[in-house]
């Protein structure tokens, strides 16, 4: 059995050794074909077309090509906005057109004769003088340069439109550049996907698997969490400092600069393909390596809790509907043309839910978009409350969540790390609930913009509200440190210190549910495996020590708490709201006393 769990561990790491040499192994030239299939407009296809005859006569290196490739499209958007821009010659020549008389009296038609023929861009000048000055229709003015005054402010709106209309914005060019470069490839990778496919993801499943299963036939019943404080991977020693650096690096890129890791891209579009038919996306790489990792530590999970029966089922459903809800599901929605939801995230934490596109796809796909709109509205106002009254914040943080159910599973081996200190707990609760207000606030400005029609609320765009809140919440919380922070921080650090779902839930949870953890003082020991293995930094044995109910708003309800307790402490359990905030118990000479008890009785003096 060691000598297979050896040989896991060696496929392993020449997988990981194989997938990072991946990013070195192809060379890149843009040719005509790819630039039509890019997706940008006829116009600029056709300006790259003139000007990239250098560029498309050779292979490059990834990283000069994209440093080329960068250039060009970038000239190439400047060229385009040079080119349908309104410059202060073009508004100077409006204004000759009415005259140098007094009270000049303003039209469209007259200031638009200037652009002259059937030329695209004159004709493009037209409309959007015509759009952007209907309002100054009949006004008058008393000077030439009063016009030209007014003229030009209203144009700076047009010209600063014209990167949204005719040209790219830095998203669309991010866009282009890493799909140009994702189909520029060709060397040793681009030749062998399925070699590669192979050497990586299949030769580390098979590993992850040889190194797991043995242990399910070996040892003695119970769960074994043995020299967990001794091993560099689970104690943030070197290994686990490595293994996070690796998180934290493959997130950065994966949110940032996904173009430089083109080849991971290009690996996992052998699985899009064959099963789904459709291209790849730095997105489908990150889904199809999230669910990979569910699915190969929640048999790890199994395996380590595999006399529990609560640990198992709770397990058997988070990989359940990360692979079906969260993975499979959107891909089939994609292909019929559908919005590409996940229908068990759920508003906050599906902060886009509410976002004009998000409104619009659901408008587009008629009664079923409907429908998908209904269900998520119902999930946040009654679902959300009513079955965390009967159940707790569990029901979905421990058995449907997908941030849930990684942290379970990969995150398993490092969950004694979480901070128990009663400090990491304010900074908890500071946190959490402000990320909460955040996405509350930015709900509330997206909406009223959307109904409105304006683009901003008290001189602020919705646009950059969402924007922070993408990058400062979603990408740099909930990826970067939610997840590449497990082997410094433990596996629940988005879950306790960033998810405003997770407050929303703590919050029915804390005053209005029926869900709570009972101990019974008397047996405990004190041993301390409870508060150890707390992936949420609960110090359980504080509560056990005194037979006090855990009603905390951040309990997860995961059980792991009772699965490692040795004298059966803590039980979880769904009873009457009635003594759920019951008083500790004290054990001293005289046996089990009820604080509540003598404090009446100090106050009495009987």
């Known amino acids: 059995m060691k000598m297979i769990k050896q040989i896991g561990s060696a496929f392993i790491i020449i997988a990981l050794a194989v997938f990072i040499s991946t990013l070195f192994l ?41 440093k080329e490739l960068k250039l060009l499209l970038n000239s190439t958007n400047n060229e385009i906005i040079a080119k349908y821009s309104i410059d202060d010659g073009e508004i100077e020549k409006m204004v000759a057109q009415f005259g140098g008389a007094y009270k000049l009296s303003y039209t469209a038609d007259n200031a638009v004769t200037i652009f002259q023929g059937d030329d ?26 009063e016009l030209k005054n007014e003229l030009s402010n209203t144009l700076l709106g047009y010209n600063n439109n014209i990167v949204y209309l005719k040209g790219m914005d830095d998203y ?28 990586t993801f299949i030769l580390a499943v098979i590993g992850a698997l040889m190194f797991i299963i043995p242990s399910f036939f070996s040892g003695n019943p119970g769960i074994k969490n043995n ?43 052998l699985a899009s393909k064959t099963i789904f038919g459709r291209a790849t996306s730095q997105w489908f790489l990150y889904g199809f390596l999230y669910t990979l990792s569910v699915m190969v530590m929640g048999i790890r999970f199994l395996t380590k809790y595999r006399h529990n029966k609560y640990q198992q089922y709770r397990t058997y459903s988070v990989i359940f509907f990360q692979t079906i809800f969260a993975f499979i599901l959107p891909q ?110 930015m709900t509330v400005w997206v909406l009223y913009t959307t109904l409105s029609g304006k683009s901003s609320l008290i001189g602020i765009s919705s646009y950059e509200v969402r ?34 779902l997770a407050a929303y839930l703590g919050m029915v949870q804390k005053f209005k549910s029926r869900f709570r953890i009972t101990t019974n003082g008397g047996q405990c020991i004190s041993c301390g495996n409870c508060s150890t293995h707390c992936e949420m930094g609960i110090d359980v044995r504080w509560y056990a020590q005194r037979g006090q109910n ?57």
């Open 26 to 66: 192809n060379t890149y030239r843009l040719t005509s074909v790819t630039i039509r299939q890019s997706g940008m407009s006829a116009e600029q296809q056709a300006i790259i077309l003139e000007n990239t005859v250098q560029l498309r006569e050779k292979s490059l290196s990834k990283f000069k090509f994209i």
């Open 120 to 145: 695209v861009s004159g004709l493009f000048k037209k409309k959007g003088v015509k759009d952007y000055t209907f309002w100054m229709e009949g006004k008058t003015y008393s000077t030439s340069e």
């Open 172 to 199: 669309s060019i991010g866009n282009y550049t890493l799909n140009l470069t994702l189909a520029s490839g060709n060397g040793l990778l681009s030749n062998n996907l399925v070699l590669f496919f192979f050497l």
């Open 227 to 269: 020299y967990i404080f001794k091993n560099p991977l689970n104690s943030r020693g070197w290994s686990g400092i490595l293994l996070g650096t690796f998180l934290i690096l493959f997130y950065v890129f994966l949110y940032f600069y996904p173009v430089y890791i083109v080849e991971w891209i290009d690996l996992s579009g």
């Open 332 to 441: 089939i929605l994609f292909a019929l043309n559908l919005p590409e939801v996940d229908l068990k995230n759920i508003w906050p934490l599906d902060y886009s839910f509410f976002y004009d596109w998000r409104i619009q796809s659901y408008q587009q796909a008629g009664g079923l978009g409907l429908g998908m709109m209904i269900w998520g509205i119902g999930l946040i106002v009654v679902g959300v409350p009513l079955v965390t009254y009967f159940f707790g914040k569990r029901w979905y943080c421990s058995w449907v969540c997908g941030c849930g159910g990684l942290a379970e599973t990969a995150g398993d081996p490092f969950r004694h790390l979480s901070s128990k200190k009663l400090s990491s707990w304010k900074i908890e609760r500071i946190l959490i609930h402000s990320v909460l207000v955040f996405a509350v606030v």
């Open 467 to 500: 924007k922070v809140y993408g990058f400062m919440i979603s990408s740099v919380f909930a990826g970067v440190v939610g997840t590449g922070f497990y082997p410094l921080m433990g596996n629940r650090v988005w879950c306790r210190f960033g998810c405003p």
């Open 550 to 606: 855990i009603i905390r708003s951040s309990c997860v309800g995961c059980g792991v708490c009772a699965a490692v307790c040795p004298r059966g402490v803590l039980k979880l359990e769904n009873k009457s709201e009635k003594g759920r905030y019951n008083e500790p118990l004290l054990l001293g000479n005289d046996g089990i006393i009820n604080i509540r008890k003598e404090r009446l009785t100090k106050k009495t003096g009987s």
